[in-house]
Structure formats: structure tokens, C-alpha cells
């Protein structure tokens, strides 16, 4: 292998978050899809492990990520790694000098961390390996409180919290570069905002969803079930405009009842733009309405950049349309009143993913991603039961497991086709599109008791807002 190496074949480690690990991946690859960049990792590396090696990109590529992602805690230049401090010691020699020295002159000075995964060390055996790490050329001044340059060697002692080796299993060193968006988790706390609801999304996961979705500055953004607005409010974040829609004539007006337990009636400006305008993102707003996802009010065209939403489950809130003309009741022949137009009708899961899907390939921009909720059962799933449609690709699926027989899974898809005519027939009699029947029992399921207590709903915010 050649000693020196190019700007480009530098290596990246990033640590992960070691929470909502199905999500990590795809988020990091969507951060990576935004800048062109295919997502290239060493060629050993595993989904569960929480450090991440990356290949063919720039410190200007990892600086993008670290300024979106809140699956990745920090990103380091990778100067040296191996299983024992043998290994580690001869491939940072191999590190081309020329990359390192100008980190270590002697007008600037640095810190060294040690930070160990499933291991606590104390204070005395840092100092140590800190110190077996004196071969390598430091010139400057150590400065722990404000140094020019940061330093991380990280030990990896495994996954297994009832199984920590005395050794680490792998070592690293490297340069820190950044680290990622993981306070936007606590400042966005659904606890202090300003409007919430039985269902609002918590932070972290809204902002994942933004992630999958590729959310950009300047993109309009919709969400047909928009409730409270957590979405809409991770997604101003990044710039984008946001507009949403709901059935809910009091959850669009911020009226009727509060969520809050010590609070009876949703005070004057408890909305979302006030959600908005808290973060300071209110310059994003575009508007909210009252409508119905079953008779959607736009122009049937490419509008929305993505559309991110979780839908209804009706565990918590109930899966309801609009009824119309065309569902009339036939009134019984004894019965000698007009028919019946029904103001409400049930809104079954298999339709509100149709509709869904089929929304999204009309009026999502080509390359424009689709980010959803799907419930599942789960001693009855397979893939098959994620909804396809012709126009739009599977990107990733991630579960969120919430007791031993439920699930979410969070279903990202990027449109890839406009849709024609023998698109609305494959729809029909391709079984590859049809609805699948599956999911609507997922209500029945939840509450025949053969799922434990937490449920889709119930992993939601409670109604106090914790999360
Ligand atoms: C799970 S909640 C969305 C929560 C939201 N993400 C938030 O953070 O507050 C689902 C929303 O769908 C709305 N909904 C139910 N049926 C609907 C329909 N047919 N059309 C539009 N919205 C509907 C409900 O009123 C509810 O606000």
C-alpha cells in the first residue's frame, strides 16, 4: 500500500449514538446523498457497532453531516487504528507526517480525550494511555481548556454490557472534527413546547425523519397529518418551508382541549406557528389547514420536496374521513327519510397508505422522498407488507420495536417515476401494489390484548408532553 496518502483517501471515523440503531445508517447515507457522496465503509464494519469508518470523502463532506445528524455523536480524521496497542502504534507511524504535523506545532496547542464504549476507566489508567502515546511528534502546548486541536483515542470494549473484555476489542485515534446536532434532541424537547398533542412526534425522531427525508434549505415540506406541527417544526430547522393539513378542526386552530394535565383549555396562541416562532423558524411557516388526506386539495402536480408524516393508527386518535355523496347509505326500505350522506366514515389503514403513497407520486418533486410511520404486528410481518407503489423506490425501512408483538417502522421511499396511466392500472391488478388487508387488523391486534402495554401510541408523547 502506498505510504502517502491523497486528501481523498483520508479516513473518517464517526461515533455513533448507540440509540435508535436501525435509523443510523440510513441517516448518515441520506446526509451523504444530499452532498452527491456514495456512502463507502471500511470493508469489516458492522451495523450494531457504534464507530462508523468512512471511505472517498472530504473534511468538508463530514463537516455537512456533522452539521445535520443526531444519530452521530462526534466525527474524527482517522490517524491510526487496530485490535491491540501493537497494531495501533505501527499504523499511526504509517500515517503520512506531512497530514499530522501541522496539527502538532509547537505555537498550537492540544488536548488528548480518552473515551472508552462499554467500559468506565479511571482517572490514573486514561493518564497511562494517554501516555503510552508519547511516540507520537506533539510540539505544542497541552491546553485542556481551550485547545486549538483535540485529540480522541477510542477503545471499543464490545456491545455486550454483561460481557466487557479486559482489553478493548479495537482501538482508534484520531483528530476531532466535529461533533453532531445531538443537543437538538434536548432544546426541541417536546417537554417545553409551547403546543403539543396526545400524539406530537418526539424531537429526535422528527429530525431523523427529516434526515431520510434529504430536507434542505429552501424545500417545501409537507405533512398531511400534520397534528401539532413536530415535524414541520424539525424540518424548519434546516431551512426548509413547511405547510401541513389535518382533519382536526381544533388541533389546526391550537382550540378545545389542552394535552397538558395541569391545563383544561389550550391557551390563545397555542398553535403551530407559535411552535415555530419558538425556535426561531417562523420565517418558514406557510400555513396549516383543515383538510381531509381521503380528498386531498391540491393541484395534482409536483409540489412538495418531500412529504414526512405519521399518520394515524387510531389508537389514540381516530382514523376517520370525510363521508360524501358517493358513501350514501341506503336508507331501510321501512325508513321514509332522505338518504344519508355520513359526515364521518372509518378510514382504513390499508386506504390511508394507498392514499398516501399514491399523494406522494403525484405530488412529490422527481427525486423527492415520502418519510412515514407504518404500524406492524410483528409476529405477522414481512416485507411484502410495506406498501409499493410503481413510482416510488424503497429507500429504507427501519423498526422501532415497541413491545414484544408491536412496531413502527419507519418507511422512507424516493420517487423515481412520474406516474401514467398504466400506473394507476398496475395499481389495481399488479398484487405487488394491491393494499395490503394486513394492516388493517393492526387496531384490532393492539387491543385484544395479545400486545404488551406499550404500543405505537404509547411510545408517542404522553399527554403531559413527556417524552
Ligand atoms: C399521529 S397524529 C400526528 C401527530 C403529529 N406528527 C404531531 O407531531 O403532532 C395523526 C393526525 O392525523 C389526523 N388525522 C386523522 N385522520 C385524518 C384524515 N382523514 N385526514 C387528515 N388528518 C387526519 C389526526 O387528527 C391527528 O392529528
Request: net charge neutral.
Amino acid at each position: 500500500m502506498a505510504l502517502h496518502c491523497s486528501r481523498t483517501c483520508r479516513q473518517y471515523l464517526l461515533h455513533l449514538a448507540h440509540d435508535h440503531i436501525d435509523f443510523r445508517l440510513p441517516e448518515i447515507k441520506a446526509l451523504l446523498s444530499i452532498q452527491g457522496k456514495p456512502f463507502e465503509p471500511s470493508a469489516n464494519f458492522k451495523e450494531t457497532s457504534p464507530f462508523l469508518r468512512l471511505n472517498g470523502l472530504s473534511e468538508d463532506n463530514i463537516r455537512n453531516i456533522m452539521g445535520r445528524t443526531v444519530c452521530a455523536k462526534s466525527a474524527f480524521e482517522l490517524w491510526g487504528h487496530g485490535e491491540t496497542t501493537d497494531e495501533l502504534k505501527s499504523s499511526l507511524q504509517k500515517y503520512p507526517s506531512e497530514s499530522m504535523l501541522p496539527f502538532l506545532q509547537e505555537e498550537s496547542s492540544y488536548k488528548i480525550n480518552v473515551y472508552t464504549f462499554n467500559k468506565t476507566l479511571i482517572f490514573k489508567d486514561r493518564i497511562k494511555k494517554i501516555d503510552a502515546l508519547d511516540f507520537l511528534p506533539f510540539k505544542g502546548k497541552v491546553n485542556l481548556k481551550d485547545p486549538d486541536h483535540i485529540f480522541c483515542l477510542l477503545e471499543d470494549y464490545g456491545t455486550d454490557p454483561n460481557n466487557i473484555p479486559d482489553e478493548p476489542l479495537y482501538r482508534y485515534f484520531g483528530r476531532w472534527i466535529a461533533d453532531g446536532q445531538r443537543d437538538l434532541i434536548r432544546s426541541h424537547s417536546v417537554k417545553n413546547r409551547h403546543f403539543i398533542g396526545n400524539t406530537s412526534m418526539d424531537a429526535g425522531l422528527s429530525f431523523i425523519m427529516t434526515n431520510h427525508a434529504r430536507v434542505k434549505q429552501h424545500d417545501l415540506v409537507y405533512d398531511p397529518f400534520v397534528g401539532t406541527g413536530s415535524l414541520l417544526v424539525a424540518c424548519s430547522q434546516f431551512g426548509a418551508y413547511v405547510c401541513g393539513t389535518d382533519i382536526d378542526y381544533n388541533t389546526i386552530h391550537g382550540a378545545g382541549k389542552s394535552s397538558r394535565t395541569n391545563q383544561k383549555w389550550r391557551g390563545p396562541d397555542e398553535n403551530i406557528r407559535a411552535n415555530l416562532r419558538q425556535y426561531g423558524t417562523e420565517r418558514q411557516y406557510v400555513d396549516v389547514m383543515v383538510s381531509d388526506a381521503a380528498k386531498p386539495i391540491w393541484r395534482r402536480q409536483p409540489l412538495f420536496d418531500a412529504i414526512i408524516t405519521d399518520p394515524p393508527y387510531g389508537i389514540r386518535e381516530s382514523t376517520r374521513r370525510t363521508g360524501s355523496h358517493k358513501d350514501i347509505i341506503k336508507p331501510p326500505e321501512d325508513f321514509c327519510g332522505e338518504s344519508h350522506v355520513p359526515v364521518s366514515m372509518e378510514y382504513r389503514l390499508s386506504d390511508i397508505f394507498s392514499d398516501l403513497l399514491n399523494f406522494a407520486a403525484h405530488h412529490l418533486v422527481m427525486g423527492g422522498r415520502l418519510v412515514y410511520w407504518l404500524p406492524i404486528y410483528r409476529p405477522e410481518y414481512c416485507v411484502e407488507m410495506v406498501p409499493m407503489h410503481p413510482c416510488l423506490s424503497l429507500v429504507s425501512n427501519c423498526e422501532q420495536v415497541l413491545s414484544t408483538h408491536t412496531s413502527r417502522r419507519l418507511i422512507t421511499m424516493e420517487k423515481t417515476k412520474e406516474p401514467e396511466e398504466e400506473d394507476a392500472l398496475a395499481r389495481l391488478t399488479d398484487p405487488r401494489y394491491g393494499p395490503y388487508q394486513g394492516l388493517d387488523s393492526f387496531r384490532e391486534k393492539y387491543f385484544s390484548g395479545v400486545t404488551k402495554r406499550t404500543g405505537p401510541e404509547e411510545a408517542r408523547t404522553p399527554p403531559d408532553g413527556r417524552e
